[in-house]
């Protein structure tokens, strides 16, 4: 096959990726934002260099996107699949960012390939979505949401004691450290995943074998890049949302917050576990704003988010399958 179909599917992905950095930018920064720990400037200049560092290190998470989803076709059913599968991730990031709902660009990814792959008949591997996919889903908002109330729960006792100008001054210093940190791991994942798409583009053209699911260097690099971009453009709607829609933080829960969603999104990276950012994040502020009150969270608005979340796989797989139907002549 030639090899321009392939650079089409190419295009699409970044074109995607870019979304899902603005998309997703909110993730690193906005608590540091909303505790006036970091200017909304430098967050994300430092968001977007800590992704593009942390979009190198993930390639693991591109493996699993790449060879444990579903199986693509070689020839032109195999490259309209992965354009389905990308146009309705990133109408479903479009649709998300414009309501101002921090829902999950992994999991609209993975819903995409899911729908697109049902639209052409090509086969789904469920008992690896089940695993790798599923689970992590429902068990790393549990962990931070687990991490930052007894994380924060640990701060409140340690500093029991201390002056709270110094220790507030002390924690905004801290918040740079933990959104660095969370804006690495941000680059792990959600740089590697989309070249996993690219990976499937390659072995639908007949540019690889079918069983190789090594990630070349080029695609990383791309992909990191094209995400770091994307950060440094803001989502701001997402941003307020999570920054102040939720709970309003100080800056020794934004640190617990952010320490907790980082730790879940190194472990998951490390296991290659395409999990959200945006779940790990919301869920840890959630946790960290509860010591203070239960009654402190803004429970409508989590209720809202929770239900962008659960309509992601279904939404964006739809939208994916409808572009696979508009598309399949070509096939």
């Known amino acids: 096959m030639e090899w ?76 309209v699949l992965c354009v389905g599968a990308l146009l309705g991730a990133t109408g479903w990031n479009l649709l998300t960012w414009w309501r101002g709902l921090p829902s999950s660009s992994t999991h609209a990814l993975i819903g995409g390939l899911g729908g697109a792959a049902l639209a052409a008949g090509a086969t789904v591997k469920w008992d690896s979505i089940l695993d790798k996919v599923l689970v992590p889903m429902l068990v790393s908002p549990v962990v931070g949401l687990a991490g930052g109330f007894v994380l924060m729960t640990l701060i409140l006792w340690v500093f029991r004691g201390a002056r709270p100008g110094p220790a507030v001054r002390g924690f905004r210093y801290a918040q740079t450290v933990s959104a660095a940190a969370m804006a690495f791991g941000h680059g792990m994942q959600d740089a590697s995943k989309t070249a996993g798409v690219v990976v ?59 320490a907790s969603a980082a730790s879940v999104l190194w472990v998951a990276t490390m296991t290659g576990a395409p999990v959200s950012t945006t779940h790990a994040i919301t869920a840890a502020i959630t946790g960290a704003g509860a010591t203070r009150s239960a009654k402190a969270v803004r429970w409508g608005v989590a209720r809202s988010i929770v239900i962008g979340w659960l309509l992601t796989f279904p939404g964006a797989g739809l939208a994916a399958a409808l572009v696979y139907a508009a598309l399949s002549p070509l096939t």
Not at 214 to 225: F, G
């Open 4 to 79: 321009w179909p392939a650079a089409l599917v190419v295009v699409l992905a970044m074109g995607f990726t870019y979304t899902n950095g603005f998309h997703d930018s909110a993730n690193a920064i906005a608590t540091s934002v909303s505790t006036r720990a970091l200017t909304p400037r430098i967050a994300l200049a430092l968001a977007a260099v800590m992704n593009l560092a942390g979009g190198f290190v993930g390639v693991r998470v591109a493996e699993t996107v790449g060879g444990d989803i579903v199986s693509v076709p070689t020839g032109p059913t195999g490259i």
């Open 200 to 258: 499937l583009a390659l072995v639908a053209g007949g540019h690889r074998g079918a069983d190789d699911a090594s990630v070349p260097w080029w695609v990383l690099a791309l992909s990191a890049v094209v995400l770091s971009l994307g950060t440094y453009a803001g989502g701001w709607r997402i941003i307020r949302t999570l920054g102040r829609g939720i709970i309003h933080l100080d800056p020794p829960q934004g640190f617990a917050a952010e």
